[in-house]
């Protein structure tokens, strides 16, 4: 039995994901408010309430990128 393989395509450029990567969190106010997010988001999941509930939470509390919004 001979195994094909795809041909080789060019493939995903690692450096133009990287850039792509570092202007979203730059956007979104740099690795501080990445972390702050993390936290929040983490705190969500380990609250009290639906699933429901707490998807609607994540949502709104990722608006504000950084920031802990009056609720949470």
Do not use: F, H, N, Y
């Amino acid at each position: 039995m001979r195994v094909l393989l795809p041909e080789k395509e060019d493939g995903m450029d690692l450096g133009s994901l990287t850039r792509k990567a570092k202007q979203l969190v730059d956007r979104r106010g740099g690795a501080g408010a990445l972390k702050a997010d993390a936290e929040e988001l983490k705190d969500i999941v380990a609250g009290k309430g639906s699933a429901m509930d707490k998807a609607k939470q994540a949502g709104e509390a990722l608006k504000d990128p950084g920031e802990r919004g009056p609720k949470r």
